[in-house]
């Protein structure tokens, strides 16, 4: 079945969510220097918050004993929590992985912690966010065909364990969660097709696709995504989990993904780089020094409309709160305008001619795909 694009409403227990969608990522449950109010400002309707560093700190239990993430944080939609797979693979020198879960010390006061599939979902389910997803075995590339394999195969019998033991949980207001079961499968386009078709028998709500944008090329990234986005059911939601630029969520899009979160807006934000339908521009260029226009003439955030450039540059050298605050809150609504865009030109069968005209103005001014500052 080929994957292409499609605007659709994933339907949660707070609120409907119109796709395809930018999650900001809320580590801490906060998307650093923005409250909820600002995000709704933003356009955003659903964020992602992180299990493995809301567990160790301030702890589940103390969430759950609070009502929840979204009375604990005062936002009102939508919530996806990730399983803590990918924070695994990241201080992988500090983990041990065996078949039963993982084990690894804290790196807040280096406890030994142990993260299984069900103690995954636990925490997701103590949480209380609307989507929870199951914990993988994620694996960076370069990497041998059987390890890959070998990766694949313990993400689905971790996914397994996962939805098994999520069904007997309950969460604080008692509302029942929807179950994403993450794909793997490596660099290698046949396994995780094989991968992908294997997660759709299981019987989740929706689908992650990991273990991308790990060591391959972008073009292997987009084949891969393809092909594992064909092999999954078309009435489920696709979820690429971490990544990325805006010309990779219009790449993603096209391949038939619903879902995307990246820590780009928020974390470029904090080191000067603004994301702008102009290209990106590095607010710490003496270019700004002297300039009074917004940072992005075609956008309506409140940094847009208030201040100058020349002022973001003075309040971003002196190391001003605001200027982090301001920066992140065009960031994200940036990407949340895209998405709307991308939405909107799929619904009138146009969505490579957004895309190609997009990319043109973008890329006009050397916006390629910037990584973090």
């Given amino acids: 079945m080929k994957a292409g694009p499609r605007a659709g409403r994933l339907e949660t227990p707070h609120g409907a969510v119109p796709t395809p969608a930018f999650m900001p990522v809320g580590t801490q449950g906060t998307v650093k220097g923005l409250t909820p109010r600002d995000l709704t ?97 994620a694996v960076t590339l370069p990497l041998d065909l059987p390890a890959q394999r070998e990766a694949g195969e313990r993400t689905l019998r971790w996914t397994e364990r996962s939805l098994r033991h999520a069904r007997g949980l309950e969460t604080p207001s008692g509302m029942k969660q929807l179950l994403f079961g993450i794909v793997q499968g490596g660099g290698d386009p046949e396994l995780r097709r094989e991968m ?87 607010i710490r260029n003496a270019e700004h020094a002297r300039s009074d226009r917004p940072l992005d003439p075609s956008c309506g955030c409140e940094a847009c409309a208030t201040f100058t450039r020349a002022y973001l ?36 069968g146009d969505l490579p001619g957004y895309a190609r005209e997009f990319s043109e103005r973008y890329l006009k001014r050397g916006g390629t795909s910037p990584a973090p500052a």
């Avoid at 992650?208 to 489920?236: C, F, M, Q």
């Avoid at 200027?323 to 949340?336: E, K, S």
């Fill in 41 to 137: 400002a933003s356009g955003t309707r659903i964020l992602l918050a992180n299990t493995y560093h809301l567990m160790l700190r301030p702890g589940s239990g103390l969430i759950r004993e609070r009502g929840g993430l979204h009375r604990f944080m005062a936002w009102s939609g939508p919530i996806l929590t990730d399983s803590g797979g990918y924070q695994v693979l990241s201080f992988r020198d500090h983990a041990k992985l065996r078949e039963e879960g993982v084990e690894f010390r804290s790196l807040l006061d280096c406890t030994l912690e142990f993260l299984t599939p069900e103690r995954s979902m636990e925490v997701q389910a103590d949480l209380g966010s609307d989507i929870a997803v199951t914990l993988d075995h």
């Fill in 196 to 282: 992908a078709e294997r997660t759709a028998c299981m019987a989740c709500d929706g689908f992650a696709i990991g273990g991308l944008s790990v060591g391959e090329t972008k073009e292997e990234t987009w084949a891969l995504a393809r092909a594992t986005a064909e092999a999954l059911p078309a009435d489920l939601p696709r979820y690429l989990m971490g990544m990325g630029t805006p010309l990779d969520l219009l790449d993603g899009i096209a391949c038939g993904i619903d879902l995307f979160d990246c820590v780009l807006p928020t974390r470029n934000a904090r080191n000067g780089m603004a994301f702008t339908s102009e290209g990106p521009v590095n």
């Fill in 313 to 348: 540059r003075h309040l971003h050298l002196a190391q001003e709160i605001l200027a982090h605050r301001m920066l992140t809150l065009h960031n994200v609504t940036f990407y949340q305008t895209l998405m709307a865009a991308a939405r909107r030109a799929i619904e009138r």
